[in-house]
């Protein structure tokens, strides 16, 4: 409900910004315009919302409030300095013993039952690497210097006799990649209106939509082979393309 919300709120300020002017015509825009707007307010709104944990960004009371308690923390430190030996010991073991309760579970599965939707089929369609990636006319995303996109491809296709709501923006996991046996990247957040961790819409009966996931890797990063996972509900999902 908070996402749907948040798409709300989009919603109105895109409307808002497009009638905004002095006797200017209002601009036409295209459907994935819009969307490519809305999907941006939401991220802003997301992003700076503590109260929400949806989205591709979520930040929580602890961090706003970091720099009012530094002066907190820094006695705490001083304080735990002149404790015991033992009580120290203590307090590692406890804190490694929690360490082992919070780390994910881990599970080799299909990226359809990662994703949780029944009668939705998820195919991996290929990597391709791009300095530049473009979503359309209406929207680019830049690599940097000395990086480069790993794009990864995938193909949602709706394989039940009616039309089926997909939202895969609030409900989201960690999606993560190493390339060729290397390092593990975090897919990118984006405003993108046809991405595996942002998509929403409804896909009709029988038929499918093109998606993608982005990586922001090292230029000489070899990409000749692909492992993922997705994490979510504490459960590490090791995918099998």
Known sequence: MTGKRIKIMASVLAVATVMTGCGTKIYDM??????????????????????QPDGMTSVTEAETEEQDTSAAETADEKTSEKTDTGHENGNSSQSQQTAQETKPTMQTVSLAQAIGYDGLSVSYAGLTTEETYKEGSYYSMEAGAGNT?????????NTTGTDMNVDLFTKTGKYRAAF???????????FLTYALNTFQGTIAAGQSVDVVLLFKVPQDTVCDSVTMSVEKDNVKNLIAL
């Not at 996109?149 to 296709?157: D, G, N, R």
Request: proline fraction near 0%.
């Open 30 to 51: 295209t459907d994935e315009e819009q969307q490519l707007i809305v999907n941006y307010s939401a991220y802003a709104l997301s992003k700076h919302n503590i109260y």
């Open 180 to 190: 060729s046996g290397g390092k593990e990247y975090e897919a990118e957040g984006s």
């Open 149 to 157: 996109y790993a794009v990864l491809k995938f193909t949602l296709s």
